[in-house]
T-cell receptor, first 117, second 109 residues
Framework: KAGVTQTPRYLIKTRGQQVTLSCSPISGHRSVSWYQQTPGQGLQFLFEYFSETQRNKGNFPGRFSGRQFSNSRSEMNVSTLELGDSALYLC????????????????FGAGSRLTVL | GQNIDQPTEMTATEGAIVQINCTYQTSGFNGLFWYQQHAGEAPTFLSYNVLDGLEEKGRFSSFLSRSKGYSYLLLKELQMKDSASYLCAVPLGWGKLQFGAGTQVVVTP
């Protein structure tokens, strides 16, 4: 079956612009999480959505937002881009077996690599 | 939050064994994950331990000691394709994994 699909794979933006990234989860997976990966900070959790509701959120400023649609597809948006937002943005979906604890296997997409100039 | 420590880099030769240690501090424990990430690729799931002891899965094994806040990933019969970053992570609620910085394993001929 198809994996987690993220688009676009690569994009270049300038400071002050905004960007929208898209994620299609594995069919049947209703939980979608977003992560930022940088060489300095590693993998950092942004937020998680389930049934169109944000259930969990990491420590990122309000410029980072997301949403989930009724078909479980998700988008994340970063407004007023800063140089430090340059990163690989990874989306992951899971078949939620364990509720609440987060102890579910995440399947990651290939990521969207954002460069901010 | 959590504090997760793992070595930055390890080098080993083909056919050898490498053990990657991971220590963590957590107030509520819901298991520990290991993921593998090749350069430029997505992390992929390797193992999940929630009870103490060793779990073997082919050439890879993972061990957990909850009382010591300690886990390790054991890679046996190393192959060149095992060169990758190995990340340990603890779950912290819906969709959230707290990852260590990752251990870069370099396999040499």
């Amino acid at each position: 079956k198809a994996g987690v699909t993220q688009t676009p794979r690569y994009l270049i933006k300038t400071r002050g612009q905004q960007v929208t990234l898209s994620c299609s989860p594995i069919s049947g997976h209703r939980s979608v999480s977003w992560y930022q990966q940088t060489p300095g900070q590693g993998l950092q959790f942004l937020f998680e959505y389930f049934s169109e509701t944000q259930r969990n959120k990491g420590n990122f400023p309000g410029r980072f937002s997301g949403r989930q649609f009724s078909n479980s597809r998700s988008e994340m948006n970063v407004s007023t881009l800063e140089l430090g937002d340059s990163a690989l943005y990874l989306c992951a979906s899971s078949l939620e077996v364990e509720t609440g604890s987060g102890a579910n296997v995440l399947t990651f997409g290939a990521g969207s690599r954002l460069t901010v100039l | 939050g959590q504090n997760i420590d793992q070595p930055t880099e390890m080098t080993a030769t083909e056919g050898a064994i490498v053990q990657i240690n991971c220590t963590y501090q957590t107030s509520g424990f819901n298991g520990l994950f290991w993921y593998q990430q090749h350069a430029g690729e997505a992390p992929t799931f390797l193992s999940y331990n929630v009870l103490d002891g060793l779990e073997e899965k082919g050439r890879f094994s993972s061990f957990l000691s909850r009382s010591k806040g300690y886990s390790y990933l054991l890679l046996k019969e190393l192959q060149m394709k095992d060169s990758a970053s190995y990340l340990c992570a603890v779950p912290l609620g819906w969709g959230k994994l707290q990852f260590g910085a990752g251990t870069q394993v370099v396999v040499t001929p």
